[in-house]
């Protein structure tokens, strides 16, 4: 079994920072592609950032330059450092990530409970 947990999610102004956090932990023997999406209310869910088992990362243009992804793999850790919040950045922010569980040949995705980012003065 394989758990995410999330945490960082707070209210901060417009221009702040937050720090997000998605913890995996269980049976995991490998992890490959971690990466955080956002859904706002009303709106479909959006992919932000990726970071491959290797490091390299992408973002999406809406966040490229304010947005920081990173990962820990001693610790199945994925994080996102968010600068220059602005009130559009407002959304519940998920984890994704792609696990193959010890026992498992395939990679399963795996996604977190989310965390809310309330931008607003």
């Known amino acids: 079994q394989v758990q995410l947990v999330e945490s960082g999610g707070d209210l901060v102004q417009p221009g702040g920072s937050l720090r997000l956090s998605c913890a995996a932990s269980?049976?995991?023997?490998?992890?490959?592609?971690m990466a955080w999406y956002r859904q706002a209310p009303a709106k479909q869910r959006e992919w932000v950032a990726g970071?491959?088992?290797?490091?390299?990362?992408n973002y999406a243009d809406s966040v490229k330059g304010r947005f920081t992804i990173s990962r820990d793999n001693a610790k199945n850790t994925v994080y996102l450092q968010m600068n220059s919040l602005k009130p559009e950045d407002t959304a519940v922010y998920l984890c994704?990530?792609?696990?193959?569980?010890?026992?498992?040949?395939?990679?399963?995705?795996?996604w977190g409970q989310g965390t809310q980012v309330t931008v607003s003065s």
């Open positions: 994704n990530v792609d696990i193959v569980p010890y026992g498992f040949v395939k990679v399963h995705s795996y």
């Open positions: 269980g049976s995991i023997f490998k992890i490959n592609t």
């Open positions: 970071i491959s088992s290797g490091g390299s990362t």
